[in-house]
């Protein structure tokens, strides 16, 4: 596990995934359920994850979703998905959701969601497997890089000081 892997440039990873939401996907309010929308994002950031890792990557970790709009029964939702971090085995995803509405002739698709997740990359016996760094191509990719660093260092800083507090019980 100790061999350097080729890099891949973040654009490797990158997929769309695309549905349309029907009455099966409503909640009580008459708007697609969360879990819905959580379910694809997961299944977006999976096939980025597995595409960039070369193989099975699992979900560690949502790190966090934001839901900016409401999604209805009709709307065409794209999922666009791309690794944004690898460390040694695991990779941040970034997810974003856009929607078309079925009743809206030539607007531009409408922000809907967006996720950050970790995923570990594994063999066939499911223990954690060298992932290839990624490539950053440009500024955006650069940026994305240095965010997903913040959250990563948030997230294991929280998960120390709830260590730390479990401790002093």
Do not use: C
């Amino acid at each position: 596990m100790d061999e350097q892997l080729t890099g891949r440039p973040i654009a490797h990873s990158r997929v769309t995934l695309s549905k349309i939401m029907t009455a099966i996907d409503v909640n009580l309010y008459g708007t697609v359920h969360g879990g819905v929308l959580m379910k694809f994002v997961d299944d977006v950031a999976g096939a980025a994850a597995a595409r960039h890792s070369g193989g099975t990557a699992v979900t560690a970790a949502i790190d966090e979703i934001v839901f900016l709009e409401p999604v209805r029964v009709g709307d065409l939702v794209h999922a666009y998905a791309q690794v944004n971090w690898t460390g040694k085995s695991s990779m941040e995803v970034g997810v974003k959701l856009a929607a078309e509405r079925w009743d809206v002739f030539g607007a531009p698709p409408l922000p809907v969601a967006t996720a950050y997740l970790v995923f570990v990359a594994v063999d066939v016996a499911g223990h954690p497997r060298q992932v290839p760094p990624v490539v950053m191509t440009d500024m955006d990719d650069q940026r994305r890089f240095k965010e997903a660093l913040i959250r990563r260092d948030h997230r294991l800083a929280r998960r120390a000081a709830i260590q730390r507090a479990r401790a002093e019980e």
